[in-house]
């Protein structure tokens, strides 16, 4: 059972170029996340897709755009990369609803953006 | 507007003390609440979720949920080494919302 597949693990990207991080859940969740954590700041949720068809801006949405593909798969795009997007990514899932399970993460994207 | 709030540590324990760490969150519709553990350069991993008022235990590890006083703490006894990590607080209305995370150390 893979749960939470996230790609890249390591991606340098200079500024300005796009780029678009992958995640895929096999455990037939309804809601997905996308967070960024930076050194002292925990996870900060940036967009999350609470079912199929549904996206939703978090803390900090902006220069980031998704799209739930279908109930397995929510990307994550960079238009046009800055540096103060370097950060560790995750993605999320859950069951959803009223009370929700728990969270099950992705191993995480490392960007760094020169 | 939906913030959790940890106090940022770092705190320090000797193996075998009690760790005890706490988290408030602003939203009054908030249902479920989460402690996660996190090691360096890994992924977070649940510990403990708690949706009611009250206590829950299981083994060494005690949450706390007070609705009222919008609180949640969770309780580490006889902490080990293993146990360092920085711990991380969530609540869930709709989305799912972190606190900054409070990093522990046990020493032995």
């Known amino acids: 059972n893979a749960g939470v597949t996230q790609t890249p693990k390591f991606q340098v990207l200079k500024t300005g170029q796009s780029m678009t991080l992958q995640c895929a859940q096999d455990?037939?969740?309804?809601?997905m996340y996308w967070y960024r954590q930076d050194p002292g700041m925990g996870l900060r949720l940036i967009y999350y897709?609470?079912?199929?068809?549904?996206?939703d801006k978090g803390e900090v949405p902006n220069g980031y755009n998704v799209s739930r593909l279908n109930k397995r798969e929510f990307s994550l795009r960079l238009e046009s990369a800055a540096p103060s997007q370097t950060s560790v990514y995750f993605c999320?899932?859950?069951?959803?609803?009223?009370?929700?399970?728990?969270?099950?993460f992705g191993q995480g994207t490392r960007l760094t953006v020169v | 507007q939906k913030e959790v709030e940890q106090n940022s540590g770092p705190l320090s324990v000797p193996e075998g003390a009690i760790a005890s760490l706490n988290c408030t969150y602003s939203?009054?519709?908030?249902?479920?609440f989460f402690w996660y553990r996190q090691y360096s350069g890994k992924s977070p991993e649940l510990i403990m979720s708690?949706?009611?008022?009250g206590d829950k235990e299981d083994g060494r590890f005690t949450a706390q949920l007070n609705k009222a006083s919008q609180y949640v703490s969770l309780l580490i006894r006889d902490s080990q080494p293993s146990d360092s990590a920085t711990y991380l607080c969530?609540?869930?209305?709709?989305?799912?919302?972190f606190g900054a995370g409070t990093r522990l150390t046990v020493k032995p």
């Open positions: 999320a899932s859950s069951v959803g609803g009223h009370l929700n399970t728990e969270a099950f």
């Open positions: 455990m037939n969740h309804n809601s």
């Open positions: 897709s609470a079912s199929e068809g549904t996206t």
């Open positions: 939203d009054r519709g908030s249902q479920s």
């Open positions: 708690i949706y009611s008022n």
């Open positions: 969530a609540a869930y209305n709709n989305d799912m919302r």
